[in-house]
C-alpha cells in the first residue's frame, strides 16, 4: 500500500499500488466547504450572476496550505459545473480568473457535499492547450536545466516529460496519466519542434494537480499571467 499523500488542506487522497477505489480516489475539498467564506449559498456578486475582471477583487480565494503554487477561487456561475451554482476554480495564479471557464484555471470542483472525488474534478481543455504551448516554447528557449541534463544524459531517441509529481525511478518510464508528452533529442540537443502532447495525461490524479519541473513551472506562470492580463482586457 503507497503512503496517502495529502494535497493541502483542500485536497486529500489513499491509493494503493495501482488499484485505486472509488473511496481512495477523493480529492477532500472539506476544508473549503467548512469555511464560512466559501459557503456556496453567499452572493459574493450582487446585481449580476456573471463572473467577470469587474467583480474578481470580491472573490474569495484561498491558497493550499502544502503546495504554495496552488490556489482555490470560488467562482461565480455559470461555470462549465453547473449554469446556477458557484464552483471552486484551481489556478497556479494567487489572482482570482477573470471569468469562470478562464484558460487559466486547471479545472473545477464542486462546492456541494461533504467531500468531491477525483471523478467530481472537471479539467479545463483550454488550460491543457496553455500547458503544452509553455512546454515546447520553454523547451525552446532552454528555460529547464533538468529537461536539458536529461538530453545530455539520453544523447538521441524520444524523451518523455514526466509529471515531477509521480517521478519514475531512474532508468523507468512513469505511469501513463503522468507523461506529459514527449520530445526528440538528437547529439544530446532538444528539438522543441518534435515536441507532442500525450492523450494518456492527466491534469489530476490521486498524486495531485500538474507539477512542473522547476523552469517550465515559472515558464508556465508567466504565460498564465500574460494570458489572464488579455482576458482582464476582455472584459473591461
Known amino acids: 500500500m503507497r503512503a496517502s499523500r495529502a494535497l493541502g488542506a483542500t485536497l486529500r487522497h489513499s491509493f494503493s499500488t495501482r488499484a485505486v477505489t472509488q473511496s481512495a480516489r477523493s480529492i477532500g475539498i472539506r476544508f473549503l466547504l467548512q469555511n464560512p467564506s466559501f459557503n456556496p449559498s453567499r452572493r459574493l456578486v450582487v446585481g449580476t450572476r456573471a463572473y467577470s475582471a469587474q ?9 493550499d496550505q502544502n503546495r504554495a503554487d496552488l490556489f482555490y477561487h470560488l467562482v461565480q456561475p455559470p461555470t462549465p459545473l453547473s449554469r446556477d451554482k458557484p464552483a471552486h476554480a484551481l489556478s497556479f495564479l494567487e489572482s482570482p480568473p477573470a471569468n469562470g471557464s ?16 477525483l471523478n ?18 520553454g523547451l525552446r528557449k532552454d528555460v529547464d536545466d533538468i529537461q536539458r541534463n536529461g538530453a545530455l544524459q539520453l544523447t538521441s531517441g524520444w524523451m518523455h516529460i514526466h509529471d515531477d509529481r509521480n517521478i519514475p525511478p531512474l532508468g523507468r518510464i512513469g505511469d501513463p496519466d503522468d507523461i506529459i508528452g514527449t520530445v526528440l533529442v538528437e547529439d ?41 492580463q488579455k482576458e482582464k482586457d476582455e472584459f473591461q
Open 120 to 137: 467530481d474534478f472537471v479539467e479545463n481543455r483550454k488550460f491543457r492547450d496553455i500547458l503544452h504551448r509553455a512546454i515546447q516554447d
Open 188 to 228: 544530446g540537443k532538444i528539438l522543441p519542434e518534435t515536441y507532442a502532447g500525450m492523450p494518456s495525461y492527466r491534469i489530476c490524479t490521486a498524486d495531485g494537480p500538474t507539477q512542473l519541473t522547476p523552469g517550465l513551472a515559472q515558464h508556465l506562470h508567466t504565460l498564465l499571467v500574460e494570458e489572464a
Open 55 to 63: 467583480n474578481a477583487s470580491r472573490a474569495t480565494s484561498v491558497p
Open 102 to 117: 478562464s484558460c487559466t484555471v486547471l479545472g473545477w470542483l464542486p462546492t456541494t457535499g461533504s467531500q468531491a472525488g
